[in-house]
């Protein structure tokens, strides 16, 4: 209905406190433009030009799908869509740093998103776990902020260094 990618599964990404039992979740229309770009690199590798023109043209319509779901008052993408066709009031820094990583976001929009990332407004859901981290950590990375990554290591992995973790 939207254009993004729906799946009437289980839709984790991170155990924070993200909107995202609902079919239609943002972060993993994302995450499927991610997938998308791995599939167009392969098949310029193969020289498959008929794959490829057909990814970049799904490519291309998934990511307008996204950035139609902009919230400008929020300045920020909303986690999910409701089955009754309501937008999720709740955001999460996770699709910031997704639409940055993956090229989605929209050049008027992208300072706001970066704001999200770096200094996310208090209401917004931050992440919760290792595994979510890690794609932060590469959008922080594509962007030249080591020291945010640095800064985000020590406050994130040493009290659990603190707490007995040997991992």
């Known amino acids: 209905e939207h254009g993004l990618f729906t799946a ?9 406190e993200i909107d995202q039992d609902q079919k239609t979740v943002l ?3 994302m995450l499927f433009v991610g997938a998308i770009d791995a599939a167009i690199k ?13 990814l970049k043209k799904l490519r291309s319509s998934l990511c307008k799908a ?15 869509f409701h089955e009754d066709g309501t937008v999720s009031k709740s955001t999460c820094v996770h699709t910031s740093f997704l639409s940055i990583l993956y090229d989605i976001v929209r050049k008027k ?5 970066l704001k999200n990332i770096v200094s ?27 020291d945010k990554i640095m800064e985000s290591i020590y406050e994130s992995y040493i009290p ?7 991992t």
């Open 8 to 16: 009437p599964y289980w839709n984790f990404f991170d155990w924070a």
């Open 27 to 29: 972060h993993n229309s």
């Open 42 to 54: 392969c098949a310029d590798v193969l020289d498959d030009q008929a794959n490829a023109l057909w």
């Open 66 to 80: 996204i950035n139609r779901s902009w919230d400008p008052a929020k300045k920020s993408y909303p986690d999910s």
């Open 109 to 113: 929009d992208k300072p706001f998103a």
């Open 120 to 146: 996310p407004p208090k209401n917004m859901v931050k992440v919760g776990s290792p595994f979510a981290i890690f794609y932060l950590y590469e959008t922080l990375d594509k962007l030249g902020f080591e």
């Open 160 to 166: 659990m260094l603190k707490a007995g973790a040997t």
